[in-house]
């Protein structure tokens, strides 16, 4: 893994942790009952609320929706966390703008794209 990786990770798992205790704190509900109400097994949440892991794309779909926020919610913060570079920067505007594509896709063609990723995923390791 380069610096770079490890710097954006770190920063990508902090911002969806910040959000989701903020979230948390709103609806005045434990870790615990904030996992059972997202049907997210308690470790997989535990771990993203306390910034250990990044969440799939099918649980940031699966978040947004249970909050009935925006699939853009998660990352509109990165345009203010300086880049490391040009290429860094260019790519995550690519990624946030992927993002919100799929967010407008119809619950169909987003079952599709997921397995569709997920298949040139496997094919990638």
Same mark, same amino acid.
């Given at each position: ?17 910040? +959000? ?41 779909? +699966? ?58 995923? +496997?094919?990638?390791?």
């Amino acid at each position: 893994m380069d610096a770079e990786k490890d710097v954006t990770d770190r920063e990508l798992k902090h911002l969806i942790s910040q +959000k989701l205790k903020q979230l948390r704190k709103k609806s005045g509900k434990t870790i615990e009952e904030t996992a059972q109400d997202l049907d997210l097994d308690y470790s997989i949440f535990y771990n993203l609320y306390n910034g250990r892991r990044l969440p799939r794309l099918t649980t940031l779909v +699966k978040l947004s929706r249970r909050y009935g926020l925006p699939i853009e919610y998660w990352f509109k913060d990165l345009a203010k966390m300086p880049p490391k570079n040009t290429a860094w920067a260019e790519r995550r505007a690519a990624e946030f703008n992927l993002l919100k594509n799929y967010n407008r896709l119809d619950r169909q063609t987003r079952k599709v794209m997921s397995r569709v990723l997920q298949k040139l995923g +496997k094919g990638r390791g």
